[in-house]
Antibody, heavy 117, light 110 residues
């Protein structure tokens, strides 16, 4: 079965960077884009961007341009999302999700990122 | 802030029909397909409806989606207690060149 397994919770200081991984299994890794979506506690969903695991091409939401980098390692069926210059407002649950491409049919379990001094 | 503004809450008694609106614009819902996600507290969202009105395998047929012009809606027929959750609409936005989510609607079963 399709699974997306994310790395564990992170605590970072303001100004630092965080890198979250998402390991795919149960399907052909290069056949589907991976998107990242975040959700602050008690808030709605916010799309961050996508990566094509085949080409490595990416597309980022305007709100995150210049601060987010998505990469992939095809040898281990894993994608990464790195967010830099962290601030308290970046504290949230971060999800990776598989793109169909226009809809998101499988989701990771989420990675909680806490930004605190 | 989201460009798809949903009502913050909706409610009904068991067996009733509940609808959730998702008004958009020509750059998102007007040109692209709409998807709906269901989310329970403490869990990841789940795809509920894709391509406006299609249900993934395993989603009960009491859930249905529709789209007209620049607006979409989700209907839950025969509301059940296990339907208490948050519901989000989403679509690609050509102006923003990205996916946008609705603000979310919390459904309560009275």
């Amino acid at each position: 079965q399709v699974q997306l397994v994310q790395s564990g919770a992170e605590v970072k200081k303001p100004g630092a960077s965080v890198k979250v991984s998402c390991k795919a299994s149960g399907y052909t890794f290069i056949s589907y884009d991976i998107n990242w979506v975040r959700q602050a506690t008690g808030q709605g969903l916010e799309w961050m961007g996508w990566i094509n695991p085949n080409s490595g091409n990416t597309g980022y939401a305007q709100n995150f341009q210049g601060r987010v980098t998505m990469t992939k390692s095809s040898s281990i069926d894993t994608v990464y999302m790195e967010l830099s210059s962290l601030r308290s407002e970046d504290s949230a649950m971060y999800y990776c999700t598989r793109g169909r491409p226009a809809s998101f049919d499988h989701w990771g379990q989420g990675t909680l990122v806490t930004v605190s001094s | 802030q989201s460009v798809l503004t949903q009502p913050p809450s909706a409610s009904g008694t068991p067996g009733q029909r509940v609808t959730i609106s998702c008004p958009g614009s020509s750059s998102n819902i007007g040109r692209n397909t709409v998807n709906w996600y269901q989310q329970f507290p403490g869990t990841a969202p789940k795809l509920l409806i894709y391509t406006n009105n299609e249900r993934p395998s395993g989603v009960p047929d009491r859930f249905s989606g529709s789209k007209s012009g620049t607006s979409a809606s989700l209907a839950i027929n025969g509301l059940q207690s296990e339907d208490e959750a948050d519901y989000y609409c989403a679509a690609w936005d050509d102006s923003l060149n990205g996916h946008v989510f609705g603000t979310g609607t919390k459904v309560t079963v009275l």
